[in-house]
């Protein structure tokens, strides 16, 4: 079975600081993506990193994809209380790229 | 707007009735996906399906949940003699996934949930 850790679970921090929240995996994954849910929604998507190694950059967050594809990390630079929320990370399965496997999150508040 | 979208937004019923939640997913998405999801956790997968064949179905908890897509469209997930435990947000999400070079692009569009209350 495939999992995906997330850590930490909770992080709350003040305006201004930076973070950085952890996935990972004893399993391969051929891609993995991260989502941002905010109170009442649904998970929005933030980014795919496809390739082991690979480095996305999305205005203050950046995403990175392990050398191996068995882990992620996002990091949040100068973080601001519009990016408070549910931080989840998604990998998708080895040889079955239709099916996701979710961690379980990383509730973040920043607050001002 | 296209998006997905849910219905019944809120569904309040008795222990022992059955439920159905019914997603209708964005136009020409190929994939449809049904989870549960707890307060501030990730989603739990339940089943999917590209157009209307169910290909997985080893997240339904039990014999009392069931799905089905019959055109490719809109689905619907069905509980049996719900109980309490099976209060919770039941989201629906859908992907394009048209296949070859897309495939590793499974991005999911999510639609705003059921919440399920049983009493």
């Known amino acids: 079975t495939q999992l995906l850790e997330q850590s930490p679970q909770f992080l709350s921090i003040q305006e201004g600081e930076n973070l950085t929240v952890y996935c990972n995996s004893s399993?391969?994954?051929?891609?993995l993506q991260w989502y941002r849910q905010e109170p009442g929604e649904g998970p929005v998507l933030l980014v795919t990193?496809?390739?082991g190694g690979e480095v996305k950059k999305l205005k203050r967050l950046t995403f990175q994809f392990g050398d191996a594809r068995k882990d992620s990390s996002l990091h949040i630079t100068a973080a601001q209380p519009g990016d408070t929320g549910l931080y989840l990370c998604?990998?998708?399965?080895?040889?079955?790229?239709?099916?996701?496997?979710w961690g379980l999150g990383t509730s973040l508040a920043v607050n001002p | 707007g296209a998006g997905v979208s849910q219905s019944p937004r809120y569904k309040v019923t008795k222990r022992g009735q059955d439920v159905a939640l019914r997603c209708d997913p964005i136009?020409?998405?190929?994939?449809l996906y049904w989870y549960r999801q707890a307060l501030g956790q990730g989603p739990e997968f339940l089943t999917y399906?590209?157009?209307?064949?169910?290909?997985?179905k080893s997240g339904l908890p039990n014999d009392r949940f069931s799905a089905e897509r019959p055109e490719g469209s809109i689905s619907t997930l069905t509980i049996q003699r719900t109980e309490q435990r099976d209060s919770a947000m039941y989201r629906c999400?859908?992907?394009?996934?048209?296949?070859?070079?897309?495939?590793?692009?499974?991005?999911?569009?999510f639609g705003p949930g059921t919440r399920l209350t049983v009493l």
């Open positions: 990193v496809v390739t």
């Open positions: 399993s391969v994954f051929s891609s």
């Open positions: 136009s020409g998405h190929v994939s």
């Open positions: 399906f590209n157009y209307e064949a169910q290909q997985d």
């Open positions: 999400a859908s992907s394009l996934l048209a296949g070859g070079a897309q495939l590793i692009y499974n991005e999911q569009f």
């Open positions: 998604a990998g998708a399965a080895a040889g079955n790229n239709r099916k996701l496997i």
